[in-house]
């Protein structure tokens, strides 16, 4: 399925922990708060599904990647025209760089193809426990690539995608884990290299907290690519 992918990048250089800032600087730069900016259903409630507005760092910049109906609603950001934001207690001109609109056919091919993710967060409370109850590097990888199969398909099921075969996953390369805290809950983050048959985007993001740079996909064209956070 073809699905509409636009990366907008500023010239504006954020550190990793001010991604949640940069979400909010944008946010209130909005004269009404459109769901697909935020995520949140009502004063408590939230938007569980695959977020198709996302707040990233890529080259050590601002950025905001669309998927979907995001690649539309982005326009009202640009259309309040509200460019001097607060991120954190810095004052920012948020300039424009570069924007790079895509087409991207998501589906599954008999092919794999090859990927890197990162600051991915795969385990919940549950999978946790899985996780450390594994008795081997093996157990931990399969257990892994179950998930990252899981959170594809998620995100299939969020774009309206229908894979008509199996979606298969195996890591290629699996670095130490560390840990995180986010809103003062403490998660293991992985860096993976991985082999899919799925046909993925550039810098969307998978697994939780993908809306805030976590998760993040990196084509791997040939050994020489690097990591653009």
Same mark, same amino acid.
């Given at each position: ?59 050590? &910049?601002?950025? #905001? ?6 690649? @539309? ?9 509200? =460019? /001097? ?82 979606? &298969?996953?195996? #890591? ?6 560390? @840990? ?9 983050? =992985? /860096? ?38």
């Amino acid at each position: 399925m073809i699905i509409n992918v636009l990366t907008i990048t500023f010239n504006n250089a954020i550190k990793p922990h001010e991604v949640p800032l940069f979400r909010g600087a944008v946010i209130n730069a909005l004269d009404e708060k459109q769901v697909l900016f935020h995520n949140h259903v009502g004063d408590d409630g939230f938007r569980y599904r695959y977020p198709l507005i996302q707040y990233k760092r890529l080259g050590g &910049k601002a950025a #905001i990647v669309c998927v979907g109906e995001g690649t @539309q609603a982005i326009g009202e950001f640009f259309a309040s025209g509200n =460019f /001097n934001v607060m991120i954190g207690e810095r004052n920012e001109q948020l300039q424009l760089e570069r924007t790079e609109p895509r087409r991207c056919n998501i589906q599954v091919w008999e092919q794999m193809f090859r990927y890197r993710l990162r600051r991915w967060l795969p385990l919940n409370g549950e999978n946790y426990k899985k996780y450390v109850a594994c008795e081997s590097l093996a157990e931990r990888c399969q257990l892994l690539e179950s998930i990252l199969c899981g959170n594809i398909l998620s995100m299939g099921k969020g774009l309206g995608v229908d894979f008509d075969k199996q979606v &298969k996953c195996s #890591i290629t390369e699996l670095q130490d884990p560390y @840990q995180v805290t986010i809103k003062g809950v403490k998660m293991m983050c =992985f /860096n993976i290299d991985f082999a899919c048959n799925v046909s993925l985007p550039a810098n969307v993001g998978l697994g939780k907290h993908a809306s805030l740079n976590h998760g993040t996909v990196y084509p791997i064209i040939n050994k020489k690519d690097k990591d653009n956070n």
